[in-house]
């Protein structure tokens, strides 16, 4: 079974400092999408980026980006120029090329800006 | 409509009463799924509908959960004889086809407390 882990409960940055949020998975499945989503306390999950597992180039959002590590199984998310809007709960997901349910998620890194 | 909308935001109920929550997806979107998230801890899968295809119902914890959906829009979440672990919030999400490439759409969840 595929398992997602994020060691990091909370941190804190800066505000306009940059931060690295960890997240490491476990599979056998050669192809799969990696994700992370924003949840702010209106409970919405928004999607932040999403990298597919067979690209090498690592994805660009604005100020969100990714260092995908295939073979480490490592993907995490590096927020530059952090804004006081970026605190929320990030989790970091991933979801089978080969199965079209379900996204495993991660427990999440509650991320606080510091003004 | 505009996104996927979720009622209600709130539920308060005593332990052993039956709840029913509702999940209003995108229009046109033919895949549902709902979620749970437990405090602090990240989204559990719960059951996925793709147009008139037999659900997967695989993430449904115990035989007091069900979910039905009316065609390809609303869907209703009902656990019956509740108990305080049921306590969390419900999320649904929508995406267009159900394909493994597509982006899932969260609702805004709804928290259901119980007594």
């Known amino acids: 079974a595929q398992t997602v882990t994020q060691s990091q409960p909370e941190m804190s940055v800066q505000e306009a400092e940059t931060v690295t949020l960890s997240c490491t998975y476990d599979?056998?499945?050669?192809?799969?999408?990696l994700f992370w989503y924003k949840q702010p306390p209106s409970r919405q999950m928004i999607l932040v980026i999403r990298?597919?597992?067979?690209?090498?180039q690592n994805a660009t959002e604005n100020r969100f980006s990714v260092n995908f590590q295939k073979a480490a199984k490592s993907f995490s998310l590096k927020i530059s120029d952090s804004q006081l809007g970026d605190a929320a709960m990030y989790f970091c997901?991933?979801?089978?090329?080969?199965?079209?349910?379900?996204?495993?998620f991660g427990k999440g890194t509650r991320l606080h800006i510091l003004p | 409509g505009a996104g996927v909308s979720q009622s209600p935001s709130n539920k308060v109920t005593e332990k052993g009463k039956d709840v029913e929550l509702r999940c209003d997806p995108i229009?046109?979107?033919?895949?549902l799924y709902w979620y749970r998230q437990r405090l602090g801890q990240g989204l559990e899968f719960l059951i996925y509908?793709?147009?008139?295809?037999?659900?997967?119902k695989s993430g449904l914890p115990s035989d007091r959960f069900s979910a039905e959906r009316t065609g390809e829009s609303v869907s209703t979440l009902t656990i019956q004889r509740t108990q305080q672990e049921d306590s969390a919030v419900y999320l649904c999400?929508?995406?267009?086809?159900?394909?493994?490439?597509?982006?899932?759409?969260f609702g805004p969840g709804t928290r259901l407390l119980v007594l």
């Open positions: 999400a929508s995406s267009l086809r159900g394909t493994i490439q597509e982006t899932q759409y």
């Open positions: 599979t056998s499945e050669s192809d799969y999408y």
């Open positions: 990298q597919e597992a067979y690209k090498q």
């Open positions: 997901a991933y979801r089978s090329a080969f199965r079209d349910d379900k996204i495993i």
């Open positions: 229009s046109g979107h033919t895949a």
């Open positions: 509908f793709q147009g008139n295809s037999a659900p997967d």
